[in-house]
């Protein structure tokens, strides 16, 4: 189809001028911006790394426990105060220990933590790197057991009649056990 003829249908183009609008309409509406301040936006963030007590593993923000309730509460409270984010974090760790952290801290025995997986990571590539290059390498050629053995044109004449004297005695049991069938 031709554009001069889309054109001329007006019905075409009201389709896909509405077409367009949609989309247009779609893009801007999912890219608007919710007007979060910025002392929520470090709640969220604090709330996500602070682990509920009473729920393993899940951070305040995601539990919907008394207590997880009460911490979320807690974290606004201080940061309208003006607490900094380490100073909160501190307060959860005396109340609750080191563990209400859902991520370790950085100093002591902890930082194995931190430090093992990526040398864990480096160490593996090294063995990787390793193991490839020697499966790339050619082989040298094995000798095999009976390379090395050279018989005489008098030891091949013997070996040949040994094997057609036993290939002979195998056709002559075959025939005598076919006549005898």
Request: proline fraction near 4%; charge should be negative.
């Amino acid at each position: 189809m031709s554009w001069a003829k889309f054109i001329s249908t007006g019905w075409d183009l009201r389709w896909a001028t509405t077409g367009i609008a949609t989309v247009m309409w779609l893009a801007v509406a999912c890219t608007s911006q919710d007007d979060v301040t910025l002392l929520e936006q470090r709640a969220h963030e604090l709330n996500e790394v602070i682990m509920c007590p009473v729920c393993p593993g899940e951070s305040i923000n995601e539990s919907q426990h008394t207590l997880a309730v009460q911490m979320r509460a807690i974290v606004n409270t201080k940061l309208a105060e003006g607490a900094a984010e380490s100073d909160i974090k501190a307060f959860f760790v005396e109340r609750y220990g080191q563990s209400v952290l859902l991520e370790p801290s950085r100093r002591g025995f902890t930082l194995l933590v931190w430090v093992i997986p990526p040398f864990g990571a480096v160490v593996a590539a090294i063995g990787l790197y390793y193991v490839l290059r020697t499966m790339r390498r050619p082989r040298s050629p094995v000798a095999s057991p009976t390379a090395a053995l050279q018989l005489t044109e008098d030891e091949r004449a013997r070996y040949f009649e040994q094997i057609e004297a036993a290939i002979g005695e195998t056709n002559s049991e075959e025939q005598r056990s076919r006549a005898d069938g």
